[in-house]
């Protein structure tokens, strides 16, 4: 879903860079908000290292494997860091592996940022409605923050590809590919809900502190 | 495990030479200047900057065409599908399937403007230390705490690839196989991408105590190691007037501007 | 001729100019701390460490030595006590570069992408000009013997040459007071006997914490026995530790080199006969 180099024109790169540089922007106002924006870079920056890593992971799914984007998790767990996070980690996806270009870095960002973000404010329901403390509901909203994440990421990605390949694909067969491809990335979706229910449900279990909206921000009081 | 760019990061060449902070403006304008590219009588043209740029930095050209690979299968990938989908004009009738003029010509521009980017990218970021290059773009305006973030971040990612892959042994060790699609398995893959994070979790506390310890933050950035000199300064611009240069014959073309 | 340094020499009756006292490196009274899941972890400290003491801390996991380490530093707020540190006192979150840490585990130290850039770190926080940096740098790397590895990533170091670095990283400072938790595990032979002889060689006052006990004995002047948060014994490293009931009472044992020496009347040598 990383969208490669020389395929988008670079109005829609352009665009991609300024709601990266938007959400980015908004992320650091808020982080140097906090009483000691310090304290929570080393969190942030080794939980970035951490999902990087965890995406590697295969998951075995016959005939092949597939990896996980965990974009749902991180913002879940980063709140305000999330979006940083993810363009770090993407920026490094495309000079280690390049996965993902450097003139889309900013469309990659904003198509994995935004759904984690929202992946965040999903999860966050759970103390809204008072159910942090049960593993079922923990685990339920840690579904929907993972499949949701991926699905938006895996909507918007298509969209921007089909809509803006060069040559001229009638209206209709544009729909019907990305309608086909987003279809496509169901199951995968559902994959990456179950996986990151599983990954929440052992965090409340091990370290719940990581779960309680966005511990970055925890620490930063914390140690002050 | 390295970084992967690295490996002829130290290497020497004009390009290797030449200043990080330069080099990261100059190429950068290049880079972006072929992204708005979209006429293909430009495209010869790119070829040979491109070419001459990567020739001039030395970088072994299997290295480059590994680099390419990966990220290549999906453009390839395009060169089924537009050839055959999109436009109307046939160039070839295959049976059922036709090639046609536009999609064959659009594969082609977006296959050119790839190659060249990555190209470029591949020596932008291949011909310096990574470090350094960071430490660039903070001098250049990067916000600290992104810079901070991304050091520390590529710091850790070998230490947590290192518990992963020890951590997976000691699976193998007790007789795991994720062979199959099933509860066990994913739960297994989950307490393993879990425990990774929280181990990272709870050495960054033990970290930032140590910065903490040592003073982090009282420091006054020098950029004194990124003076530039006048080769430095002059080859940025020639590569920036180039690329203003592409833009412009693009513009032309497109009849924005000129006779 | 040491000179004294209790508190109450000045009552012998001598005008105080006479003795000179040097001022302690470090003066800890009534420091407790407790954690919000575990109470007490530290009871009521006190100790004094003079400049160019070489304290050993020993006692079980859980006896509150880190915790102690992290309450002189300022890195942890106490709930009670007071803390002296070279004459001024240590508040909570304060830079004070006279004291520096050697951690546990040296990956958690050095966290900057080269050997180079780590070293430089702490000089560089300390207002240094880049020509001064650099001098600070080389010089600590080459005490330490770490030059050569100047340019590497610390992933690409051994345990041994990682201890090394980090150890040059808190040099850089320039303390007079270092507090090395647990050196040598992890060790093997040759970087441990390395170790010992770089701290048998050492300028600075400094506390070290560990299991190996041969290491103490080998490297400090003064033991402290840490358990349950308090001190139960400060004194000659030979005459603590020879104690088996007091070791064996606080989870430790007397080490080997003490069963049959409780003297040293072999001149150093610590066989049996």
Known sequence: MHIPDGIVPLSVAAAGYAVTAGATWYSLRKINQQEDPQAGIPKAALLTSAFFVASWIHIPVPPTSVHLILNGLLGTVLGFYAFPAILIGLFFQAIMFQHGGLTTLGVNAAMMGIPALLAYGIFQLRTRFNLQDSQLWTGVFGFLAGSIGLALAAAIAFTILITTIPGNIDVAAERASITALIVAHMPLAIIEGIFTAMLVVFLMRVKPELLEGASTQKAAVASS | MDIGLETYAKLDSPVHRWGVRQKLIGLAALIFAFAFIQDLRVLPAMIVVTAIIFAISRLPFPFLVSRLRYPGIFVLALAVVLPLFSGTTILVSLGPLAVRQEGLLAFLLIFVKFVCILTLSIVLFGTAPFLKTIKATRSLGLSPILADMMLLSYRYIYEVANDLTKMQTAMRLRGFRAHGFNKRTLNSLATLAGSLLVRSYERSERVYQAMILRGYGRAKISYEEFKAGTADIMAMTGVIVVAVGFVLAELFLRGVIGG | ?273
């Open chain 3, 1 to 273: 001729m040491k000179p004294q340094t209790e508190a109450n020499t000045y009552t012998n009756g001598y005008h105080h100019h006479a003795i000179k006292q040097p001022e302690p490196a470090l003066t800890v009274t009534g420091l407790r701390f407790s954690y919000t899941d575990k109470a007490d972890v530290l009871k009521d400290i006190n100790v004094t460490i003079k400049p160019k003491e070489r304290v050993g801390l020993i006692g079980p996991n859980g006896a509150g030595k880190t915790t102690f380490f992290m309450s002189i530093c300022g890195v942890q707020k106490p709930q009670a006590g007071e803390i002296v540190l070279f004459g001024k006192p240590v508040k909570h979150r304060d830079f004070r570069p006279e004291i520096g840490m050697v951690f546990q585990n040296s990956t958690d130290q050095l966290f900057s992408p080269t050997v180079w850039d780590d070293v430089a770190f702490g000089p560089q926080n300390l207002g240094l000009s880049p020509a001064e940096v650099e001098d600070r740098v080389n010089e600590v790397l080459t005490s330490t013997g770490t030059l050569a590895f100047a340019d590497r990533p610390p992933h690409h170091l051994s345990g041994g040459e990682r201890r090394m670095v980090a150890i040059a990283g808190i040099l850089a400072m320039q303390p007079q007071l270092i507090i090395y938790d647990e050196p040598s595990a992890n060790l093997d032979i040759r970087s441990r006997r390395r170790l010992i002889n770089f701290l048998k060689a050492s300028d600075q006052a400094f506390i070290v914490s560990s299991h190996d006990l041969e290491f103490i004995l080998e490297v400090c002047d003064r033991v402290l026995l840490l358990d349950e948060g308090q001190f139960i014994a400060d004194g000659d490293p030979k005459q603590v530790m020879s104690d088996s009931p007091l070791m064996e009472a606080h989870g430790l044992e007397r080490p080997h080199s003490l069963a049959f020496h409780k003297n040293d009347h072999h001149s150093g040598s610590k066989t049996t006969p």
